[in-house]
């Protein structure tokens, strides 16, 4: 299979490592510096980019006939509109706060802990995300998932990084050294405490996913996600 990168910083590069690994070819290495030449010829592209590039790569991408697997973040206010060029070029789009394996089991695990516990009024949900001090968004895309995943399973109405009211989460976000990511969701009552963490040792686990939704996605139109990727649903 041919892959084109859309951006290719420390991500992009474990990412190509991998896809080599797994017998693909890179067709293109796409940063600031270069031009799209190549992108036509990919069976996928892989946008692991940063948020200022992410809607010119994934458009581009479209307007090449050529599916898309996006992991960049930050850049979601757009999603609509690249969901509506994908339709429109009848082409094919993955994106994810996180394409790690463990974590969209984590995306699961959050989801059925947040229907049982909202049978039960005295606990209080939090959450914090701690990464690298080079990621750009804050909270992490992956955070805002968890708050999503807890929200449509409960009475919660909002995330905030503020002071909470009693219908929002609170999230902390935090930005510590080289950290890949650890999130967690912590439910809080005056008698006990129930956690539930995920911890990322590095970026191996993000770049295989990313490169797994890629195989998965090629040849395919639509709009997908990691829950059709891994048969979640």
Request: proline content about 2%.
């Amino acid at each position: 299979m041919k892959i084109a990168l859309l951006g290719y910083g420390k991500m992009g590069k474990v990412i190509e490592r991998i896809a080599l690994e797994r017998g693909h070819e890179i067709v293109l290495k796409k940063d600031e510096s270069n031009t799209y030449d190549g992108l036509s010829t990919a069976d996928v592209a892989i946008d692991f980019s940063v948020p200022t590039a992410a809607v010119a790569n994934i458009s581009s991408a479209f307007h090449a006939n050529v599916p898309v697997v996006s992991g960049t973040t930050g850049w979601l206010e757009h999603f609509d509109e690249m969901v509506a060029l994908c339709n429109e070029k009848q082409g094919g789009f993955i994106s994810s706060s996180n394409f790690s394996l463990g974590v969209n089991i984590f995306f699961e695990l959050n989801e059925y802990l947040a229907k049982i516990m909202s049978q039960f009024d005295s606990y209080k949900v939090t959450m914090e995300e701690i990464h690298h001090t080079q990621k750009l968004d804050a909270p992490s895309g992956t955070a805002i998932s968890l708050a999503k995943g807890v929200i449509e399973n409960s009475n919660y109405a909002n995330w905030t990084m503020d002071e909470a009211k009693n219908n929002e989460i609170h999230i902390e976000a935090k930005r510590i050294g080289d950290v890949p990511g650890t999130h967690t969701v912590t439910y809080e009552s005056i008698v006990d405490s129930i956690e539930l963490k995920h911890t990322a040792h590095n970026r191996e686990g993000f770049a295989l996913g990313a490169v797994i939704a890629a195989e998965w996605l090629a040849g395919k139109k639509g709009i997908y996600s990691m829950k059709d990727v891994l048969n979640l649903k």
